[in-house]
Structures are given as structure tokens and as C-alpha cells.
């Protein structure tokens, strides 16, 4: 069992920057897909961006291209969201989750709530 703990969330002012952390504990990080996901009330879950465990391949949402990075530290067990030029309709729960592929997640974090201003 994978157990995922994000942080790093808050408010921030519009074109501002935030980082986002999730760290793993429970399984072989190392082999794991990560993705961080966001919600905002009454609207679906959004893929926001993954990685592959190697590193090697990268997915993010339209929306937040040149403005997010996600990267990994398998020797920390810990995944980031890299988040810059914030803008409000950013505003969101963000999740963090492990998948055994690129394509599927079975774990998930408790959430960490990010809020931009404008």
C-alpha cells in the first residue's frame, strides 16, 4: 500500500509562484507513474500533469504549459508540481497520485488546496 502526503499548497496572488510536494512512503517509488490532479467543486477531476517513473516522458494539460513543471526525486520518494505565472482559475484542490503505469492511478493524497487572487 502506497501512502501519499501533499503539501506546499496556499494562496497566492495572481502571477505568482507556488510549489507542491507529495511525498510516498509504503511502496517502490522508483517504479511508480505519478501525476498530480486538480478539483474545483461541481467540475470533474483534471489531469494536470505526469511523470513516468524513469522521468523520461512528461504530460501536462494544455492550460498550464510553460507555467508548471512536474518533477521527481526517487531518492527522496517525492514528486513536485512546480507552479509559475498562477493565474485564478488555478485555484483548485490539487492531488497526488502513483499509478503502476503511465495511464492509470490507484493511490491517491488527501488533497492540498491551492488559491490564486486576482
Known amino acids: 500500500q502506497v501512502q501519499l502526503v501533499e503539501s506546499g499548497g496556499g494562496l497566492v496572488q495572481a502571477g505568482g509562484s507556488l510549489r507542491l510536494s507529495c511525498a510516498a512512503s509504503?511502496?517502490?517509488?522508483?517504479?511508480?507513474?505519478m501525476g498530480w490532479f486538480r478539483q474545483t467543486p461541481g467540475k470533474e477531476r483534471e489531469t494536470v500533469a505526469k511523470?513516468?517513473?524513469?522521468?523520461?516522458?512528461?504530460y501536462y494539460v494544455d492550460s498550464v504549459k510553460g507555467r508548471f513543471t512536474i518533477s521527481r526525486d526517487n531518492a527522496k520518494n517525492t514528486v513536485y508540481l512546480q507552479m509559475n505565472s498562477l493565474k485564478p482559475e488555478d485555484t483548485a484542490v490539487y492531488y497526488c497520485?502513483?499509478?503502476?503505469?503511465?495511464?492509470?492511478?490507484?493511490?491517491w493524497g488527501q488533497g492540498t488546496h491551492v488559491t490564486v487572487s486576482s
Open positions: 509504503g511502496g517502490t517509488f522508483s517504479r511508480l507513474s
Open positions: 497520485a502513483a499509478g503502476i503505469n503511465y495511464f492509470s492511478y490507484t493511490y
Open positions: 511523470i513516468s517513473w524513469k522521468g523520461d516522458n512528461t
